[in-house]
């Protein structure tokens, strides 16, 4: 099993340009998530979903959007980039809602200048 | 959920036993413990997890106060590779687990 796989690991946008950050996880997990993580900080979480078609917002969505349309895949789209996104995004899934345990991703680093 | 409070930072020889506090007054009865650690800059990764008595596996023990109102994780023999940012989390159970990530105590192993 590979887990958890972010796509790009490294991303520079320009102010205002779109971009996707891909994950997938092939452990069959039905919850997923997405954190963000500012330099110094803890992780704040943007959006999870608990199953295919069905997303909700976390702590910090604005300035992002996602979709579930498979168990595997759950993308993370910026669409207008701003200077206050630069971090290191997480991708995470567990199992169920009772468990704790949260598989997480190695992480894709973005620099918006 | 409850909140946590951690130090910030500490240190242990390699070889001693690390003993990370965790402080959590007003954790409720269905909320459990959890610890994760953030080696570098990697994701986050899963060590243990307790309601109220202790709990131990092949990484870590966690140790819960009767009162349930603080914790302890201890890394029996630390090495230099557990050096890292640990985490305290608190979880309701029966949500989706949206774990809150606090700021979390860096732990520095040294020879």
């Known amino acids: 099993n590979a887990g958890v796989t972010q796509t790009p690991k490294f991303r520079i946008l320009k102010i205002g340009q779109s971009m996707t950050l891909q994950c997938a996880q092939d452990m069959n997990h039905n919850y997923m998530y997405w954190y963000r993580q500012d330099p110094g900080m803890g992780l704040k979480l943007i959006y999870y979903?608990?199953?295919?078609?069905?997303?909700d917002k976390g702590e910090v969505p604005n300035g992002y959007n996602v979709s579930r349309s498979t168990t595997e895949d759950f993308p993370l789209r910026l669409e207008l980039a701003a200077p206050s996104q630069t971090s290191v995004y997480f991708c995470?899934?567990?199992?169920?809602?009772?468990?704790?345990?949260?598989?997480f991703g190695e992480g894709s680093r973005l620099t918006v200048l | 959920d409850a909140k946590t409070t951690q130090p910030p930072s500490m240190d242990c020889a390699e070889g001693r036993a690390a003993n990370l506090p965790c402080n959590h007054s007003t954790i409720s009865g269905n909320e459990y413990v959890y610890w994760y650690r953030q080696i570098h800059s990697q994701g986050p990764q899963y060590i243990i997890h307790g309601l109220k008595n202790n709990e131990t596996n092949e990484m870590a023990s966690l140790i819960i106060t009767e009162d349930r109102k603080s914790s302890t994780l201890i890394l029996p023999h630390a090495t230099l590779r557990d050096t890292a940012v640990y985490y305290c989390?608190?979880?309701?159970?029966?949500?989706?687990?949206?774990?809150?990530f606090g700021t979390g105590t860096r732990l520095q192993v040294t020879l």
């Open positions: 989390i608190v979880r309701r159970t029966g949500t989706a687990s949206k774990l809150t």
């Open positions: 979903s608990v199953g295919a078609g069905i997303t």
């Open positions: 995470a899934s567990s199992w169920d809602r009772a468990a704790g345990e949260l598989f």
